[in-house]
Nanobody
């Protein structure tokens, strides 16, 4: 069974940091591009970061560039999203997703990835 499981969310103060994990099972995550998306209450889902399956190319939306870092550990079949300098506007449910064909640079468009996790809540509040 193909599964993606996010973890690492929680409550953090502005300026703080969190590391999200996306653990894959049932497939080799290194064979897929892995993207991180987020959805705030009442807003559309946004693609914010992606790591390619071909050359570990990484992509970041402007809203997170310089603050978030995506990485992968193929030995653990896991992708991480290191988030620093968190802001109130980063509050959202964060999802990871996997796709074999969609280029990372398209993550901010109307894409539909093959596999999705259930999401993890990140709340930035003082």
């Amino acid at each position: 069974e193909v599964q993606l499981v996010e973890s690492g969310g929680g409550l953090v103060q502005p300026g703080g940091s969190l590391r999200l994990s996306c653990a894959a099972s049932g497939f080799t995550s290194g064979d897929y591009a892995i993207g991180w998306f987020r959805q705030a209450p009442g807003k559309d889902r946004d693609g914010i970061s992606c790591i390619s399956n071909k050359d570990d190319y990484t992509y970041y939306a402007d809203s997170v560039k310089g603050r978030f870092t995506i990485s992968r550990d193929d030995a653990k079949n896991t992708v991480y999203l290191e988030m620093t300098d968190l802001k109130h506007e980063d509050t959202a449910v964060y999802y990871c997703a996997a796709d074999y064909n969609i280029p990372c640079r398209l993550i901010e468009g109307p894409v539909t990835y093959d596999y999705w996790g259930q999401g993890t809540q990140v709340t930035v509040s003082s």
